[in-house]
């Protein structure tokens, strides 16, 4: 079993997970991908088809990383944009949804992003695994970065 550690975070990389309904089955197929590659899922539900609220379980997986019970983090839903404006609601969390490599590197590199949201009806399974590849493959760059970084912070405490 290969082992994934990403530089900063702990052995193996600890990730929180949740959906909504519409995410669910996306989130089924991601937690077999995860354990494949050997890292540690927490799964904040939904646990069915069943209609939920998405920002319920977008706050679970939030308060994981806040709370340093999880290094990243992983949010699904029909398009991936309710969980990440509810997600950006909590303090230090960096939450995106995003829909192709570039992007998601690119924000893991000069945003720290740190909770990848996917809309489970924008990005299909394959895709979805990608983006997840790159989330978790790419480093925060630092440098230049972290002032800007520090000026969201300040924004966010106002």
Same mark, same amino acid.
């Given at each position: 079993?290969?082992?994934?550690?990403?530089?900063?975070?702990?052995?193996?990389?600890?990730?929180?997970?949740?959906?909504?309904?519409?995410?669910?089955?996306?989130?089924?197929?991601?937690?077999?991908?995860?354990?494949?590659?050997?890292?540690?899922?927490?799964?904040?539900?939904?646990?069915?088809?069943?209609?939920?609220?998405?920002?319920?379980?977008?706050?679970?997986?939030?308060?994981?990383?806040?709370?340093?019970?999880? !290094? +990243?983090? @992983? $949010?699904?839903? *029909?398009?991936?944009?309710?969980?990440?404006?509810? &997600?950006?609601? =909590?303090?230090?969390?960096?939450?995106?949804?995003?829909?192709?490599?570039?992007?998601?590197?690119?924000?893991?590199?000069?945003? !720290? +992003?740190? @909770? $990848?949201?996917? *809309?489970?009806?924008?990005?299909?399974?394959?895709? &979805?695994?990608? =983006?997840?590849?790159?989330?978790?493959?790419?480093?925060?760059?630092?440098?230049?970065?972290?002032?800007?970084?520090?000026?969201?912070?300040?924004?966010?405490?106002?």
């Amino acid at each position: 079993m290969d082992f994934f550690c990403l530089r900063g975070y702990g052995w193996p990389m600890k990730i929180a997970i949740g959906c909504d309904h519409a995410g669910y089955l996306l989130k089924l197929d991601l937690l077999g991908y995860l354990k494949k590659r050997g890292i540690e899922v927490f799964d904040h539900g939904c646990s069915s088809l069943d209609s939920v609220d998405y920002p319920d379980y977008a706050v679970l997986v939030g308060k994981a990383i806040q709370e340093k019970k999880a !290094d +990243l983090g @992983i $949010l699904i839903c *029909g398009t991936g944009i309710g969980m990440a404006m509810t &997600a950006n609601k =909590l303090s230090g969390i960096r939450a995106a949804s995003l829909t192709d490599v570039f992007s998601t590197e690119m924000t893991r590199r000069h945003n !720290d +992003l740190n @909770i $990848l949201c996917l *809309g489970a009806r924008v990005v299909g399974p394959g895709l &979805a695994e990608r =983006l997840v590849d790159a989330f978790l493959d790419t480093n925060f760059e630092a440098g230049r970065h972290v002032e800007r970084l520090k000026k969201m912070t300040e924004i966010e405490s106002k």
